[in-house]
């Protein structure tokens, strides 16, 4: 059975930060695709990054490039989400997805497991 936690979600003021996790299990992790989406409230779940089993070829979303940085770490099957100079539009409930396919476009039909969710939100 696949499971995705995710943990680190807090409450945080505008130009904060914050650094997520997501801790795998019940699948082969180094072989796995891992990324994060976020819903806000009101709005669609949208991707926010996705990082292959290989580092440097790490896709963002526009709107966090330059701002988030997703790593991971195969020894701890763990994928992590740091976030710097949020803002408020950055509230949402953020998600770790997981899929085998190598090269991905950010569209949610993509991705094969889900967790939770961890809340994140950004005071003005």
């Known amino acids: 059975q696949v499971k995705l936690v995710e943990s680190g979600g807090d409450l945080v003021q505008a130009g904060g930060s914050l650094r997520l996790s997501c801790v795998a299990s019940?699948?082969?992790?180094?072989?796995?695709?891992m990324g994060w989406f976020r819903q806000g409230p009101g709005k669609e779940r949208e991707f926010v990054a996705a990082?292959?089993?290989?580092?440097?070829?790490?896709l963002y979303a526009g709107s966090v490039e330059g701002r988030f940085t997703i790593s991971r770490d195969n020894a701890k099957n763990t994928v992590y989400l740091s976030m710097s100079d949020l803002k408020v539009e950055d509230t949402a409930v953020y998600y770790c997805?997981?899929?085998?396919?190598?090269?991905?476009?950010?569209?949610?039909?993509?991705?094969?497991?889900w967790g939770q969710g961890t809340q994140v939100t950004v005071s003005s």
């Open positions: 019940g699948l082969p992790f180094r072989a796995y695709t």
């Open positions: 990082m292959p089993q290989r580092p440097g070829d790490e």
């Open positions: 997805a997981a899929t085998p396919v190598v090269t991905v476009s950010g569209d949610r039909g993509e991705w094969t497991y």
